[in-house]
């Protein structure tokens, strides 16, 4: 086990908390980078792919895992990203360098929108609250098809950066480069925000509300910040999927894709940056892995298996099996086993264990 | 001038008045405790400072200015910090952590400079380090600074929501029962704290406890309640002996049902 003596504050206000731990994360990006070099460009697609949810679940980790306010509505987001960033190249004929974060800064707007008249819903009220925006929004790319295209949908054109053009099929290792380097960055501001006196306003607000405002924290505006970025962060995921997809209607962005994405940082554990991957892996990744299977079993039994729903049937009966076995997700499983080998033999089962919390004051409204 | 001066204040839930025309004031650098029954409206009363609850008729100023026009996040700013009765720290996060979100009033960075983590950023985020750090020091919390909140005792939890209230750097003190489930060692530690918090630190104290041992070894004067009124108000020894107070703790000695000792 690793023991660190720490001799300045900086220790715990650094990136990395010591220098392995800085160079494992730095081999990782390393690899990211080298990786599509070696990979078939369909294993860089699924990679491409991968990332551009993990963005999307790191967006809603933000408000769910860090503010603790729960969300089926980031679907929507992901929408107004989407077609945000598209409309903004060919109606108004920006570049995609610009036309790209205004469709962050559009859906961080109009999550703060959302947010102040939710700010006082808790729970499973705020659920259905940003449910019924995710249904509203699936109906309003309908409505609005002289602008959005309706049922038919809008095609996401080529992103061309001061003429270099990144197109997933064209050029997917430079598709993917970029979106690694989105991801680098959302990862770096998640993680500053996670530092600095905003993401402990988020915990307070998360944990509890009541003294959070007694330490001089505005939860309302808290409440409407934690939206904002974690909607900005979608909106910029979801632009990046309509690129992605080439293709995209409202059918792309329905309520299933939603509770998907909450699902998606459930599985991966919340309140962590590394939640956001493992989910999305499995996420990104479910759909094939239920294909090559279904694939294998139907060339050893020589029989065509297609069973419909299947992919919602696997999702869901993973998602219980996390609920019921390991509530803190797949980072949650990974510390115990890394800790396991850490303190190897002296680890115990109940190490993790959540201790019952004491009597909380009563709630004065 | 008085730090903080409740008037006249009266505060109904429904057809019960929990708090029935109490006027008190703290002065600057005094502790001052609040005693009386369960139900005598010593939380509401804390609860009504921190501005959690609007008074149907009264006023609450501090430092010369009203307060019932703040909204409860405003309250610390203007230097007012507070303890829970049942504790609510922020469970899933470290000691440190707490003890940091009490520096929020002291925050000048904003959304973009936090973002992109600046210098400035840094430099500030030191600097609330060393003062949370006098806390720690204060408070002999070194050894739980990396724990959960949610791993740790409830004697520990007590300390760490005073800490909490310490690092905010607050003019007036509010401490809810802060010796409420302690040991006799911890409740001496409590007493000796308050004392500090007073002499050194210069901070002014309001408390509500029901143990009269540290209320009359650590305050400088003691109001008692019961039934939302006002009962006493003066000394320990004075608020102890006083005749209606004895008589809302234990009942007035009827003269023809005299125990016989």
């Known amino acids: 086990m690793r023991t660190v003596f720490k001799t300045t504050y900086d220790a715990d206000i650094n990136l990395f908390r010591h220098g392995a731990q800085a160079f494992w994360y730095l081999s990782l990006l390393a690899l990211m980078i080298v990786l599509p070099f070696i990979l078939s460009d369909f294993a860089i697609g699924e990679m491409t792919n991968v990332l551009i949810w993990a963005i999307a679940g790191m967006g809603l980790m933000i408000l769910v895992g860090q503010t603790g306010q729960a969300s089926l509505g980031h679907a929507a987001f992901l929408a107004v990203g989407c077609y945000a960033n598209v409309l903004l190249q060919e109606k108004l004929g920006l ?33 259905i609250g940003t449910l019924a925006v995710s249904i ?48 680098v960055l959302v990862v770096l501001a998640y993680r500053n925000i996670l530092r600095s006196p905003l993401g402990r306003s988020f915990a307070a607000v998360r944990d509890s509300e009541i003294s959070a405002q ?27 999927m309509g690129h992605f997809s080439g293709i995209f ?115 004065m409204r | ?91 899933q996060a470290t000691v440190l952590q707490n003890l940091l979100v009490g520096r929020h009033r002291h925050r000048r960075g904003n959304l973009f400079s936090e973002t992109l983590f600046t210098p400035f950023v840094r430099r500030e985020e030191r600097r609330h380090r060393e003062a949370v750090e006098k806390v720690i020091d204060f408070l002999d ?31 007036l003190l509010l401490l809810d029962e802060p010796a409420s489930g302690l040991s006799v060692e911890e409740t001496q530690d409590v007493a000796y704290w308050v004392e500090d918090i007073k002499t050194q630190m210069g901070v002014t104290v309001l408390m509500v406890e029901h143990d009269m041992h540290l209320v009359s070894a650590v305050s400088d004067r003691v109001m008692a309640l019961a039934d939302g009124k006002m009962l006493a108000i003066g000394t320990a020894q004075e608020v102890q002996n ?20």
């Open chain 1, 214 to 240: 007694a330490m001089g924290v505005n939860v309302a505006r808290t409440k409407a910040v934690a939206f904002g970025i974690s909607t900005a962060i979608t909106g910029l995921a979801g632009a990046l």
């Open chain 1, 136 to 183: 509203l929004v699936d109906d309003l790319i309908v409505i609005a098809e002289p602008l959005t295209g309706g049922i038919n949908g809008l095609y996401a054109p080529t992103i061309d950066i001061f003429g270099i053009q990144f197109d997933r099929y064209g050029t997917p290792v430079r598709f993917y480069g970029l979106i690694l380097f989105v991801t």
């Open chain 2, 141 to 171: 919390l070194q050894p739980y600074r990396e724990k959960y909140i949610a791993g740790l005792p409830y004697g520990v939890r007590k300390v760490v929501e005073m800490g909490r209230a310490l690092a905010i750097e607050p003019r």
């Open chain 2, 242 to 261: 006083h005749p209606k107070v004895i008589e809302a703790y234990i009942g007035v000695a009827d003269e023809n049902e005299r125990v016989v000792a």
């Open chain 2, 1 to 91: 001038m008085s730090l903080l001066e409740v008037e006249n204040v009266t505060l109904k839930f429904g057809g019960v008045t929990a708090v029935n025309n109490v006027s008190f004031s703290v002065e600057e650098g005094e502790v001052f405790a609040l005693v009386g029954p369960n139900g005598a409206g010593k939380s509401t009363l804390f609860n009504l400072v921190s501005r959690f609850y609007d008074p149907v008729a009264g006023d609450i100023r501090f430092a010369g200015e009203s307060i019932l026009n703040k909204a409860p996040h405003e309250i610390a700013r203007l230097g007012i910090a507070r303890t829970f009765q049942n504790i609510e720290l922020f469970e």
């Open chain 1, 249 to 363: 209607n409202n059918e792309t962005f329905t309520i299933i894709i939603s509770i998907q994405m909450l699902l998606m940082i459930v599985i991966g554990g919340l309140g962590s940056i590394h939640g956001a991957f493992f989910g999305a892996v499995v996420i990104a990744l479910l759909p094939q892995a239920i294909a090559r299977v279904r694939d294998g079993v139907g060339a050893l039994t020589g029989t065509s298996i297609a069973i419909p729903g299947m992919e919602s049937a696997v999702f869901g009966a993973i998602l219980i099996l996390f609920i019921l076995f390991e509530p803190m997700g797949i980072y949650g499983r990974w510390l115990k086993i890394r800790t396991y080998f850490e303190l190897f033999p002296f680890y115990r089962r109940d190490m993790f264990r959540r201790q019952r919390s004491y009597l909380k004051t009563e709630r």
């Open chain 1, 95 to 127: 570049p995609f360098i610009l036309s790209f974060p205004l469709a962050g800064v559009i859906a961080g707007l109009s999550g703060v929108a959302l947010a102040i008249p939710t700010s006082k819903l808790h729970g499973i009220y705020l659920a």
